[in-house]
């Protein structure tokens, strides 16, 4: 318990002064630092919801601690900042589901294509008893999950041509994720997949390593894909939660109502960033096509030839992620209808 503590505040206290001792802040009055990092950049939601989170941490702490944010990767990707996590080398970051999968592989039951019907159910299913007890087994990991936001409905974009049929997939080279399922998901559907860390997709646009890639409107409009990309269509294929996920060395070293206030801020912030993610998602379709990008509506009839591709890819995962936790999550989002 003693060097995980010393892990905790030898990483923790870096701004701080006098910080031999290995108590935090409570006993002597050291200010902790939570490093906060993510992926997307200071104009998305995600950093909004980030910003929020060290009002709410700074104001309730009476600045006991004090939240340095950081975006666009500046601490690195997803998998690094997790890792970093880990080790308590970093405090905060808040990953999409699909990298979390790597660490708990049952994370990928809630990147089943075509699962939610909207946000609000993912709402309930990931507030529920199966989104909590999935944030649960992340302390395996020596991660502390504490509240899902939103990344969104992800949407396929590319150079090459408009998708509007399940054949348009048909061997355009697609960035995923890296996460065996999203992999596995657009190879059933035609694509050409390569899995690849977000901080390098917009080179790999550029250089013409990929042709295309997916993600919400937001990230597409406000990472300016629109100066790479010429298409854009409403494949909505996958829903993605982020987790809002802390160090568990440094959670540990917190006192019960340090470890109080930044729970209550995570949910919180989550709430806003949600609202805020849902309007930029609303808007920056229209946005996009304003940039010059073609958008293609994908018909009914065409979903379902879609959702048919993919099928036994998700029989596969259901399998193995067991069948009791997918059960719960289908019946949870049958609940929430
Ligand atoms: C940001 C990522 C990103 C995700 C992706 O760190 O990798 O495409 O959608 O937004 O989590």
Known sequence: ??????????????????????????????????????????????????????????????GQMVVETYHSGQLGDDRLMMEALQLGSQEVTVPSTAPVANFVSEFSVFDFPFLFPSSDVADEVLDGDVGQALLQKLEEQ????????????RNVTNSKRPIETLEDFNGLTLRTMENDLHLEAFRALGANPTPMAFTELFTAMQQGTVDG??????????????????????????????????SKPFFDGLTEEQQEIVREAALEAGQYQRELNREANETYLSSLEEAGMTYTEISEVERMRMIEAVEPVIDKYAEQIGTDIVQAVYDAIEAAQ
Request: glycine share 10%; proline share 3%; aromatic share 10%.
């Open 1 to 62: 318990i003693l060097s995980v503590m010393l892990v905790a505040c030898g990483t923790s206290n870096e701004t701080s002064q006098g910080n031999e001792s290995a108590s935090n802040g409570e006993a002597n009055g050291d200010v902790l630092t939570i490093r906060a990092g993510i992926g997307l950049n200071s104009e998305h939601p995600q950093y909004k919801g980030l910003e929020k989170f060290k009002e709410l941490v700074e104001e309730r702490s009476g």
């Open 142 to 153: 020596n991660l502390v999950g504490l509240a899902f936001w939103e990344n969104g409905f």
């Open 213 to 246: 890639q997916e993600n919400p409107y937001a990230t597409i409009y406000l990472e300016g894909y629109a100066e790479v990309q010429n298409h854009v269509s409403n494949t909505n294929h996958i829903y993605s939660p982020f987790v809002f996920m802390m």
